[in-house]
C-alpha cells in the first residue's frame, strides 16, 4: 500500500513522521521510495520538522544512511507503516500542501572555507547552529557531531574552531553563571566573528573571575586554561579564517595571498633580537597584543594566564586533534613564542598601576621568564637589599630609545624594542625595574613599573631629586615615628635605589646606576640629612614602652612633661636610671653618619653645616611662638644644641643662636603687628630692619622702658644674628669684630632713643632725662671745647664757637634724644615745672646744642630760649616770694631773736636773694660793682650760671673743685685740653671734660648767638 503512494503524499507522510519524531517509521518508510525520497529532500524535511529536543543519538545512524543510501536491513527495525495522515488526501490536496512546505536548506557553513558538497556535512552543521540558535539545546551538539568527526577533516574543524569553545565556555567552565552577566553567543555567530572579536568575548569571563584572585591564591585561577582551552581551538581555524579574509579582499597583494606558514617555512629567527620580517600575522600575534593591552589595567590577570599558559604551543584540543606542536609549522611556532615573551616583557611595562599586588604579579611575570629563556630566576621580593640581585653596570646602559614615547603600550611589541627584546640584558633591567618599584612601595611611593622606567631612563637630575624629595617626605611624617633601626633599613633602600648595588663602597662615585642615579652623591646625602635632622628628635620618643614609661613618671612625681622638664630628668634619672639626657642625643644618627670622628667621609662640614642650619631655619619660621621651649622654637634650638659641639666654630651657628636668643626674649612682650596680625619669629628674618620691632614693643607694653638692658640685649643678639644681611655680606656675614662691636653701640644707642621716646610719652621726664645723660652723653674724649682764641672771635664769626665731635661726624641719636626730652612738657597741666626740672631741660637743651647740626640749631635754640624764659619768669616768682616773705618777718612784731613763724624755722632767711644769686653766678659775679646795688643778670651770665648748674647736677666731682678754678672755667677748658699731664686726666673723669665743654662751648658762643654782652672779666 505504501509503495502506491504518489509523491506528493510520500513527502507529506515524511513531514508527518519527522514533526511527530518518529524515527523508526520513517527508517521503514524512507527506502520503499528512494526515487521519490531522496537524501537532499529527506535531510531538508528533517532540518525542518524534526523537533530539537530530540536526541541525536535516535537519528544520527538514520541520517548517516540517508546520506549515503545505504540502508541497513539487518538494523532497521520493521514497523508498519500508518498511511492515515494521506490516505483521505486528493491528490490535487495533496500538490497544494506540499507546495506550502517552507524546507530549511542544508546551506554550506562560511567558516571553515571550502566546505564539502556532500549533504551530510551541511546538514550537520546545520542542525547543530538550529538546534543551538532555536532551542538553547548547546549540549545536544556534541553527540550529534561527535559520530561523524573521525570521518570529515572540514567538521572536525569547525567543531574544533567553533563548537567546542562555545561548549566549553556555556557548559563547563561558567555553566552557573548568570546569563545576563556575559552576554550569550550563537555557533553561527562565534563562526562569523574575526579573531579579535572572538578572542575578546572566550576571554571576558576569565578577566572577570580572576581579576579580583591576588597572586597568593593563585591555584584558583582559570584564564590560563581559557586561553588554552578555548582561544586555542579558536586559533585552530587561523588558516580558514586567513583565507576566508583574503578572499573577501582580492585587491591584496599575492605576497599576502600565500600562507603565513609557506611564507615562513625556512626562515630561522635567532634568540638574540625580533626583525620586523619576522612578524607571522598569525592569529596569535592578537593574543599578544590582547595581552599587553589588559595588563593595562589588570597585570594580576596577565601574571595568572603567564604563569599558567606556556605559550602558543600549549592548547587543549580535546583529545579531537594532536595539538602541541603539530598544528603550526615549527619555524613559525619558534617565532610566536618569542613574541609571546615579548609580550610578557611588554606587559609589565604597559602595566599602569602601582599596587602590591601588581608588582608581584610583575614579578610573577619575571619568575616566569626566567622559566622560558632558561635564565636565573630571581630571589623572592620580599628579600633584604643586601640579597637582591647584582647586575654589572654594563648592563644598565642599554641602547633606549630617544623619547619617552617608545614606552606606550601600542609600541612595546615593536620589532627590536630595546626595553622587550628578549634577551639577558633586557632581562636583568626588568628584574631591577621590578625590584626598584617594590622598593619604591616600601618607602611609602606606591607607583607603576612604567613610571620607574621612565625614571631611570628619561628623567633628568632634577625629576629624580623631586621623586627623593616625595620620598622622604612620606617617610618623615610624623604620623608615623620611626626609630633608629627602622631609619637604617630605609637608608639602604634608598642608597640601593641609587646605585642598585653597584659599587656600592665607591665614596669617590658622584653618580648612581639606579632609578635615582642622576642625583649626585652629595645632593643625594644632603637630603638624607635634611630628613635625619628633621625626624631624629622622635627618635628616643617612638617606642610605646618609652613613651608609656615617660608619661608614667610625669604622672607619680605630679610634674608636667611639657613644662617642668628639667624637674621630670631629675626624677627619671634618680629613680629610674632613665637615660633622659639621650633625648638630647636623639640626632646621634645624623651626627654618627656626617659629623663623627669615625663616620665616613659622606659630606664635606661645609655642607652638613649649611643643611642643619636650614632645618633649624626652617623650623624657626615654621613657629608660631617665640619661646624656646615649644613647638618649632623647641626644635629649631634643640638641632643647634645637638649640633653645636660640632659645629662651635661655625659663624652661622653663632648667629643662629643669637636669632633664637633674640626671639625668645621677644615672647615675653605683647607684640602685634600691622593690622593686628600677632608676632611670629618669621618676622624677624624678613624685616628689612628687625630693630623697629623694639619700637613696638615699647609702644604695646607700658613701662618696658624701664627694662632697657634686657631691650639692648635683644638689640645686641639681632645684631649678632646678622640681620638685616647687607647684599654684599648675603645671609652669613663674616665681619670684624670691630665692625661687629661698632654696630652693636649703633643698636644700643638706637634702642636707647626709643626707650627715650618711650619714657616720655609715659611722663617719665626723670628716667628719659637719666638715659640721656648717663647712655646717650658723648665721652670727653670724643668733644673738644674751644679755646680762649676760639671762643674771642665768637663774636665775628657766625657758629664757629660750636663743639664739634672730633672726627666732626653728626650724632644724629644723642642730639635728638637731647633735644626730643630737653623740650619735654608734662601732659598734665596741673603740674607746675620746677627749678630743677628747667635746669634738666636746659642741661639737656645745651647738650643738643652742642651735638646737633647745623640745619636744626634755630630750632634748638628756640626750644632753649623757651626753657630760658620759663627759668627766669620761674626764678623771679621765687624772689618776689622771697621778698614777701622777708618783709612780712620784718614787720611782723616778734621777740628779738625768734625766728619762727607760726611755729616753724622759715627756709629762707634774709639776705637769701644774694646767697641765691651768688650759687647762680657760681660764687661770684663779674658784673656786679661795689656797694649794693646789682647789675641785672646778662644773657651770657644766665648761660655761665645754667652751665655751672649743669657740671654740678651732672657732675657732682666738679662740686669738689675749688673756687678758683671755678671762676675760671674758660680758661679750665683751655687747659683741660692742653694739660698734658696724665695726672690730672686720670683725676678727672669724662663727663666732666663734657661739663668743661659744654660751660665752654655756652660761655663763648650761646650768649653771642642770642644777643647778650658778657661782662668784663677783671684785670
Known amino acids: 500500500m505504501a509503495k502506491e503512494l504518489s509523491r506528493a503524499k510520500c513527502t507529506l507522510l515524511a513531514v508527518h513522521y519527522a514533526s511527530s519524531a518518529d524515527i523508526k517509521a520513517l527508517h521503514s518508510f524512507t527506502p520503499v521510495h528512494p526515487d521519490v525520497l531522496d537524501p537532499e529532500l529527506v535531510l531538508r524535511i528533517l532540518l525542518t520538522y524534526l523537533p530539537e529536543s530530540v536526541e541525536p543519538k535516535e537519528y544520527t545512524q538514520y541520517v548517516e544512511e540517508v546520506a549515503s543510501r545505504l540502508y541497513l536491513d539487518h538494523e532497521r527495525e520493521e514497523v508498519d507503516v500508518d498511511l492515515s495522515p494521506v490516505k483521505d488526501l486528493s491528490e490535487e490536496q495533496a500538490e497544494k500542501k506540499v507546495k506550502k512546505l517552507r524546507l530549511r536548506e542544508c546551506k554550506a557553513a562560511s567558516f571553515p572555507s571550502n566546505p564539502p558538497r556532500d549533504v551530510l556535512t551541511r546538514f550537520l552543521i546545520a542542525r547543530a547552529c538550529l538546534m543551538d540558535d532555536q532551542a538553547g539545546l548547546l549540549n545536544l551538539v556534541p553527540q550529534l557531531m561527535e559520530p561523524f568527526l573521525p570521518h570529515n577533516d572540514y567538521l572536525r574543524k569547525w567543531y574544533i574552531s567553533v563548537a567546542l569553545p562555545v561548549i566549553r565556555l556555556e557548559l563547563e567552565y561558567y555553566s552557573d553563571e548568570s546569563p545576563s552577566k556575559v552576554p550569550q553567543v550563537t555557533l553561527a555567530e562565534l563562526a562569523e566573528w574575526d579573531v579579535a572579536k572572538g578572542v575578546d568575548f572566550l576571554l571576558r569571563k576569565g578577566v572577570e573571575a580572576d581579576g579580583t584572585v591576588p597572586m597568593t591564591d593563585h591555584s584558583v585561577t582559570s584564564i590560563g586554561r581559557d586561553v588554552k582551552s578555548l582561544v586555542a581551538p579558536w586559533m585552530y581555524g587561523h588558516g580558514e579564517r586567513k583565507r576566508r579574509k583574503l578572499n573577501l579582499d582580492p585587491q591584496e597583494s599575492s605576497e599576502t595571498v600565500e600562507e603565513p606558514e609557506r ?199 632634577d625629576e629624580q631629586l623631586a621623586l627623593l624629595q616625595k620620598v622622604l617626605h612620606g617617610l618623615a611624617d610624623h604620623n608615623s615615628r620611626k626609630d633608629e633601626a627602622e631609619w637604617n633599613a630605609q637608608r639602604k633602600k634608598l642608597m640601593w635605589l641609587w646605585n642598585w648595588g653597584i659599587n656600592d663602597e665607591d665614596q669617590d662615585a658622584h653618580t648612581g646606576a639606579g632609578v635615582l642615579g642622576k642625583i649626585k652623591r652629595e645632593t643625594f646625602e644632603e637630603e638624607m640629612l635634611k630628613v635625619f635632622v628633621d625626624t631624629s628628635c622622635f627618635f628616643m620618643l617612638a617606642s610605646t614602652t618609652t613613651a608609656y614609661m615617660y608619661l608614667s613618671v610625669a604622672a607619680v612625681h605630679d610634674v608636667n612633661p611639657v613644662i617642668n622638664t628639667e624637674a621630670l630628668q631629675g626624677e627619671l634619672n634618680k629613680d629610674l636610671d632613665f637615660p633622659f639626657s639621650s633625648i638630647k642625643d636623639s640626632y646621634g644618627m645624623a651626627i654618627k653618619l656626617y659629623l663623627a670622628d669615625q663616620a665616613p667621609s659622606l659630606l664635606p662640614s661645609e655642607h652638613v653645616e649649611r643643611v642643619v642650619l636650614a632645618k633649624a631655619m626652617e623650623a624657626y619660621d615654621g613657629a608660631s611662638n617665640g619661646n624656646k621651649t615649644r613647638g618649632g622654637m623647641k626644635k629649631s634650638n634643640d638641632i643647634l644644641t645637638a649640633f653645636r659641639p660640632y659645629l662651635k666654630d661655625a659663624t652661622s651657628f653663632k648667629q643662629a643662636t643669637a636669632l633664637i636668643a633674640a626671639t625668645h626674649a621677644l615672647s615675653f612682650y605683647s607684640l602685634k603687628l600691622q593690622h593686628g596680625v600677632p608676632f611670629k619669629p618669621v618676622s624677624i628674618r624678613v624685616s628689612s630692619d628687625p630693630i623697629v620691632l623694639l619700637d613696638k614693643v615699647l609702644e604695646q607694653n607700658d613701662g618696658s622702658y624701664a627694662k632697657l638692658d634686657d631691650l639692648m640685649e635683644i638689640g645686641r643678639n639681632i645684631v649678632t644674628a646678622g640681620l638685616p644681611p647687607s647684599e654684599e655680606e648675603g645671609s652669613v656675614s663674616e665681619v670684624s669684630k670691630e665692625e661687629l662691636d661698632r654696630r652693636k653701640t649703633e643698636v644700643e644707642r638706637r634702642v636707647t632713643f626709643m626707650a627715650v621716646e618711650a619714657a616720655l610719652r609715659e611722663d617719665d621726664f626723670e628716667t628719659a632725662y637719666s638715659y640721656v645723660v ?62 630743677r626740672r628747667l635746669e634738666q631741660r636746659t642741661e639737656l637743651l645745651s647738650l643738643a646744642l652742642l651735638l646737633a647740626p647745623t640745619s636744626q640749631l634755630t630750632d634748638v635754640l628756640a626750644a632753649w630760649r623757651r626753657c630760658e624764659e620759663e627759668m627766669t619768669a620761674l626764678q623771679t616768682s621765687q624772689q618776689q616770694a622771697e621778698e614777701e616773705f622777708d618783709d612780712h618777718a620784718d614787720k611782723r612784731s616778734a621777740l628779738p631773736g625768734n625766728f619762727t613763724i607760726s611755729g616753724d624755722q622759715p627756709e629762707m632767711v634774709l639776705n637769701q636773694k644774694r646767697r641765691e644769686m651768688g650759687r647762680m653766678t657760681g660764687g661770684g659775679s663779674t658784673n656786679t660793682t661795689k656797694g649794693d646795688g646789682e647789675a641785672p643778670m646778662s644773657m651770657f651770665d644766665l648761660t655761665r650760671s645754667a652751665a655751672s648748674a649743669f657740671s654740678r647736677n651732672a657732675f657732682p666731682l666738679r662740686a669738689q673743685r675749688t673756687s678758683t678754678e671755678t671762676s675760671g672755667m674758660e680758661s679750665s677748658v683751655d687747659s683741660l685740653g692742653s694739660n698734658g699731664s696724665g695726672e690730672h686726666q686720670e683725676r678727672v673723669r669724662k663727663r666732666d671734660m663734657v661739663a668743661n665743654a659744654v660751660s665752654g662751648g655756652l660761655a663763648s658762643g650761646l650768649g653771642w648767638v642770642l644777643g647778650a654782652t658778657p661782662g668784663q672779666p677783671e684785670r
Open 263 to 461: 611564507q615562513s617555512s625556512s626562515r630561522k629567527v635567532p634568540m638574540d633580537g625580533i626583525a620586523g620580517t619576522d612578524r607571522t600575522g598569525h592569529a596569535w600575534e592578537y593574543m599578544f597584543e590582547w595581552i599587553v593591552r589588559t595588563s593595562k589595567e589588570d597585570l594580576t590577570v596577565v601574571a595568572h594566564l603567564i604563569e599558567d599558559w606556556d605559550g602558543p604551543s600549549d592548547v587543549d584540543f580535546g583529545g579531537y586533534s594532536e595539538g602541541g606542536r603539530d598544528y603550526i609549522d615549527e619555524d613559525i611556532l619558534r617565532k610566536l613564542e618569542l613574541q609571546y615573551a615579548q609580550s610578557a616583557f611588554a606587559a609589565c611595562y604597559s602595566a599602569q598601576h602601582g599596587s602590591e599586588e601588581h608588582i608581584r604579579g610583575a614579578h610573577g611575570i619575571l619568575a616566569r621568564l626566567a622559566e622560558l629563556l632558561d635564565f636565573v630566576p630571581p630571589p623572592d621580593l620580599a628579600s633584604s637589599v643586601e640579597s637582591l640581585p647584582r647586575v654589572d653596570k654594563l648592563m644598565t646602559k642599554l641602547e633606549t630609545a630617544q623619547n619617552v614615547a617608545d614606552l606606550a603600550p601600542d609600541r612595546l611589541l615593536g620589532p627590536e624594542h630595546p626595553l622587550t627584546t628578549p634577551r639577558l640584558q633586557t632581562y636583568m633591567l626588568l628584574q631591577m625595574m621590578v625590584y626598584s618599584t617594590y622598593q619604591l612601595s616600601g618607602l611609602g611611593h606606591e607607583t607603576a613599573l612604567v613610571e620607574v622606567a621612565k625614571m631611570k631612563l628619561y628623567a633628568s637630575a
Open 774 to 835: 648717663n647712655r646717650l652723653t658723648p665721652s670727653g674724649a670724643a668733644l673738644t671745647a674751644p679755646s680762649q682764641a676760639e671762643a674771642a672771635k665768637a663774636y665775628t664769626r657766625a657758629g664757629s664757637g660750636r663743639v664739634k665731635a672730633r672726627n666732626e661726624a653728626e650724632d644724629d641719636i644723642s642730639w635728638r634724644a637731647a633735644f626730643l626730652a630737653g623740650r619735654f612738657r608734662p601732659t598734665t597741666s596741673s603740674t607746675p615745672p620746677t627749678l
